[in-house]
């Protein structure tokens, strides 16, 4: 079973739409022409319009980093995959685990937004992973299991091609600590189980899922080398072209 690598930069409440489009330009100029794996960069809402059209002749594809639910109406503030999709976004980061802890996202509300998303053939890359006390009380499977399940409900399987799941301890977000190679692959084998149990053996092996927490150019062969890793959703070391290009590089040689 092949996955293509999906190596996702996450820009999180960084970049004005100026500083993002010499970004881009730069990750462009590296990694816009290849096709051996793919990549997507998700700059905050105001600057979609400016890297949709950098990218828009390029191999880069367009992520977002939230949408609501609905698809339409009174929510102040808020963003549509209708939206996203006339901005030619082609995947829509949900259920983040920045969201979950400061905007009380729960794997129901974030259900109801994966199926929003698909509804509109965005593909979701959903987000689970452990904080470090679950981890430490040896409850890190039966939180991720929770995640899938609860994340997934009602997903058809004839969408299934549309999922990318991101496993993100929440411990290694941002901190600089990032999970052992081994503690990355016994994650993504067991939260491939878990999808095996509800979409069957076939399905679950062709979903791609990524690797998220503090991935750099120094972890990133290691981590892209286990047989379950399909990728990375990239925080800090998105925001320079240096060190994103180096991880897309170090994903092409694996290969
Ligand atoms: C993220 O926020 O998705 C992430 C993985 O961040 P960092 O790479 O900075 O840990």
Redesign the pocket.
Known sequence: MSRKFLIAG?W?MNLTPDESTSLVEEINAVAGNQTSVQVCVCPPFTSLPVVSEKVEQTEVLLGAQNMHAQPSGAYTGEISAEMLRSLYVSHV?LG???RRQYCGETNGSINQKILAAIHANLKPIY?IGETLDERDSGKTMDVLSSQVREGLENFPSSALDLLVI?Y?PVW????GKTATDEMAQEAHLGIRKVLSEMFGDSASSSIRILY????KPENAAGLLAQPDVDGG??????LSAKPFCDIVEAAISSL
């Open positions: 996450n999180k980061i983040h685990s920045e987000c991101a993100e290694a977000i941002g901190t998220g927490g503090s991935m959703l990239i925080g800090g070391a998105s």
